[in-house]
């Protein structure tokens, strides 16, 4: 029986690996990445700093009275709108592709049918393993970096706030964290590859698409 449950997970694991992109463009993926995060970070953040001064800098700051800062973190925030408002169709499309596999069975992938059969095979501890491996670490890995890019946009909203008057240590914290939404989204992409397809291949063997 565990044999029998083995060689299926095996079975579903090369039909993943079957369906990973020969090349991933692991910088490209992780720059552009770290971009639209801290972009939609510099925005939540910025707006975090006009309503809510005290998260920023010393206690007792206010973001709306400390003038040219002000209009830096306006002047941020609406640059930030303006790129993502360009960028309105390339977000949309992201949108559609991450809610698809949880809309309709991922069938016209030559892989999928492999992978659901095989998958379907596995005891529920083995699903759970294949959820763990090819769904909820690349969800995971891309929830960390974008932490990490969020508190580079903290950073950089802080030191606007407190008119750059701050010690080295915060410009270098900022470069670690880039640094490591970076590393943490370049291995995140070769999972992220085949994310849509392991979760519709869940879906389908679990629950079914109604």
């Not at 083995?6 to 910088?27: F, G, L, T, V």
């Not at 969800?139 to 008119?163: C, W």
Request: glycine share 8%; with cysteine; proline share 5%.
């Amino acid at each position: 029986m565990v044999v029998a449950a083995e060689r299926a997970y095996s079975d579903a694991k090369r039909w993943m690996r079957s369906a990973r992109p020969r090349r991933i463009q692991r910088n490209r993926f992780a720059w552009r990445s770290f971009g639209g995060f801290f972009v939609a970070g510099i925005v939540v953040l910025g707006v975090i700093s006009l309503i809510a001064p005290n998260s920023f800098g010393a206690p007792g700051t206010n973001t709306l009275g400390t003038g040219w800062p002000l209009v830096a973190i306006l002047g941020l925030i609406a640059a930030s709108l303006l790129y993502a408002l360009v960028r309105r169709k390339s977000l949309a499309w992201l949108l559609t592709r991450i809610r698809e596999p949880y809309r309709r069975p991922m069938n016209d992938h030559p892989s999928f049918d492999g992978a659901a059969d095989a998958l379907a095979e596995c005891p529920n501890p083995y699903r759970t393993r294949f959820a763990l491996n090819y769904v909820w670490i690349p969800i995971g890995l891309t929830v960390l970096g974008a932490t990490f890019a969020f508190s580079v946009a903290y950073f950089v909203i802080d030191a606007v706030g407190a008119r750059f008057m701050v010690g080295w240590g915060q410009a270098v914290y900022a470069a670690v964290f880039v640094a490591l939404s970076v590393l943490t989204l370049a291995v995140a992409a070769g999972r992220l590859s085949t994310w849509r397809l392991a979760t519709s291949v869940l879906k389908e063997v679990n629950t079914g698409y109604a």
